[in-house]
């Protein structure tokens, strides 16, 4: 089979188990399988089904049948009296089920295009997203190594190997990219480019750092002084030629995307950059690679130098992907607010390395600032962030991988997390309880102690692994756009600036839970108990046990801390279901807004939380 026919086949599953999750679909059960019925086509498929009512569709199963097929039966749906959404189900292979296999993501969706209630460019938009994503799925099977090869990538290499956001389906659109674009930037593609260089009059542009980094360390730990030398001489003439020249030391400098140069700044900044308030300095010599996120680069050529995460003018994954001027001008007070956390508190201390966003520039578009009510993406056309290396914060042989990384199967079939588990040695319980030890404390007390939300999904959180491969604690990033706070002021919150206090997200309390509920515990450990399973024979509920064992030794440890353990609801019988595919199809996710989505995620009834029903394991 062909990686494009088996990255089809498993778009497929995932769409089925996805969109079922949600309810977006809700499928019939059968004596020995599910049924969707669709006015052009059935499905059938089997499944099992998991915690948080999970859907976990066996791929090979999925088949489809035209609805003009003789041998395709027309039932009444309500014929059977199953529940379709009790957990605990499972249906086997269907006996000589109708149909051929169900390889076409692209043909799923147009033939559940009524069922899911989608309007004609809302379909179209979704395939284009799709078309994308099963490209970049395609490039990932067809070059992916083994589990062995994976253990041995540093973080950035491993990065590029992750195939998206687990929960939603259309997850690596980037929008805006040409073919040849997303063969030159997409991390899939694990290609190297260089940065061009701007320079932005204040007028435009703020520069802001933690306390004792100024813009010239900045640019002179980034930029060769040979460099630094030439994008001087090339400001200067540009200078020179203006009616009114301005002094140099009026211009902030910054990195630029090079697809966002071409894209974003020379056309729609075109009048800035004939008047000279916007002056291209040229190319930096260093190279950079992409991380996940499309947005955020690594350097290659010197690893322990800063991340830096720029604009860029593509949709993906429910949002176009700018940087807002106001968070980004914030993030460096931000984040020296959160360095001050672990000496505020000493228990976070060795449990969290907190990668800051410390030094940033914000730059304004004066046309479209005077149109309050644009669409938001051009209020987030140019601007740099810097962000502290992962490689800063290791120890002698320590390796840090993202978190995302442990659903990844090599292309030997092996999980990686078992590769990782057999060369600690430890049994996989051994293994998975240091897991979540090093995890899950950190990210409680935040939380519960100080009233403080990160977003750790799978790309945010690091793990980081000793020597022999354990686990030993985490990584968090993205602090500007990502860190929640309580609706109330907490003293915590005293010492952080009022203007980066208001450009941080304000949530109650169980929304402020959905942080490691939705984030991590549906939008990752939901993913990761069936690879447990498969790989390391260790089976759900025993999973969801040593989580809530984990739940309740921090709850011992903190008994002072009673109320907040109550109002966040860790382990209350059921929570509200977060459907980001909801989101993106029917909530207005290809939307062409003012307002960014800044509200809660799109809810859909509840699901039940296996964390309130497991026994803990003893002792």
């Known amino acids: 089979m062909t990686a494009w026919r088996a990255a089809g086949k498993a778009l497929v599953a995932k769409a089925i188990a996805e969109f079922c999750y949600e309810e977006l679909l809700t499928p019939v059960p059968e004596a020995d399988h599910y049924r969707l019925d669709f ?118 290499e491993l990065e590029s190997w992750q195939s998206g956001h687990p929960c939603i389906v259309l997850n690596k659109g980037r929008l805006g990219f040409s073919a040849a674009d997303a063969r030159r930037y997409a991390p899939e593609h694990r290609q190297t480019f260089r940065l061009p260089w701007l320079a932005v009059h204040r007028d435009l542009a703020a520069f802001a750092a933690v306390p004792g980094l100024t813009a010239d ?40 995307h090079p697809f966002h140069l071409e894209n974003a700044v020379r056309p729609l900044f075109a009048q800035q950059l004939a008047e000279g308030s916007v002056v291209e300095l040229g190319e930096a ?47 460096p007070e931000i984040t020296r607010w959160l360095h001050r956390l672990p000496h505020r508190d000493p ?13 940033s520039v914000a730059v304004r578009h004066p046309g479209f600032a005077a149109v309050p009510d644009a669409p938001y ?34 292309s030997d079939g092996r999980a990686l997390v078992a590769e990782l588990v057999d060369r600690s040695g430890a049994d996989p319980r051994t293994w998975l309880a240091a897991f979540l030890r090093a995890v899950l404390p950190g990210l409680l007390h935040a939380l519960h102690g100080n009233g403080i939300a990160f977003c750790p999904h799978g790309e945010n959180t690091l793990v980081v692994y000793g020597p022999d491969e354990l686990p030993r604690r985490i990584m968090l990033k993205d602090f500007a756009e990502d860190v929640k706070l309580r609706t109330e002021d907490l003293p915590g919150y005293a010492d952080l600036a009022p203007a980066a206090k208001a450009v941080l997200l304000r949530w109650r309390p169980d929304q402020l839970a959905h942080s490691v509920l939705s984030a991590m515990f549906t939008g990752h450990f939901r993913f990761l108990t069936p690879i447990l399973d498969r790989h390391l024979g260790v089976g759900e509920d025993e999973f969801w046990a040593m989580v809530r064992a984990e739940l309740l030794a921090y709850r011992a440890r903190f008994p002072e801390l009673a109320a907040q353990h109550e109002e966040y609801g860790f382990t209350a019988p059921e929570f509200d279901r977060v459907s980001l595919n909801r989101e993106q199809l029917t909530g207005g996710g290809f939307h062409d807004r003012a307002e960014k989505d800044e509200n809660f995620d799109v809810v859909h009834r509840t699901v039940r939380n296996p964390l309130a029903e497991v026994t803990a394991p003893s002792a």
Request: hydrophobic share 40%; charged share 25%.
């Open 39 to 156: 006015p052009t086509a059935t499905y059938t498929f089997a499944a099992t089904r998991g915690a948080f009512g999970a859907w976990r569709v066996e791929e090979d199963s999925v088949r489809r049948a035209p609805r003009d097929d003789p041998h395709q039966p027309d039932r009444d749906p309500s014929s059977s009296d199953h529940d379709p959404r009790s957990s605990g189900h499972a249906h086997g292979t269907p006996d000589r089920a109708p149909g051929v296999p169900a390889e076409d993501p692209l043909l799923f969706l147009t033939d559940a295009r009524a069922a899911l209630g989608l309007d004609g460019p809302t379909t179209a938009e979704a395939l284009r997203d799709l078309t994308a994503t099963w490209t970049a799925d395609t490039q990932l099977l067809a070059t992916l190594p083994t589990a062995a090869g994976l253990a041995e990538l540093p973080y950035a």
């Open 217 to 256: 360390t900045l640019l002179a730990e980034e930029l060769a002084p040979e460099t630094r030398a030439e994008f001087t001489a090339r400001l200067d003439r540009a200078r020179q030629e203006q009616a009114h020249p301005a002094d140099a030391a009026d211009y902030v400098w910054l990195p630029v």
């Open 285 to 331: 010599p260093d190279r950079y690679r992409a991380l996940a996120s499309v947005r955020t680069l690594v350097n290659v050529d010197h690893p322990d130098k800063r991340n830096v995460k720029l604009a860029l003018l593509i949709r993906n994954t429910l949002v176009w992907r700018g940087l807002p001027a106001e968070s980004a001008a914030q993030a």
């Open 347 to 359: 228990y976070l201390a060795g449990r969290m390395d907190l990668l800051g966003e410390v030094a």
């Open 377 to 410: 993406r051009y209020h987030e056309l140019l601007g740099a962030i810097w962000r502290e290396p992962a490689t800063g914060y290791l120890a002698e042989g320590e390796r840090a991988r993202s978190l995302a990384t442990l659903l990844l199967t090599g």
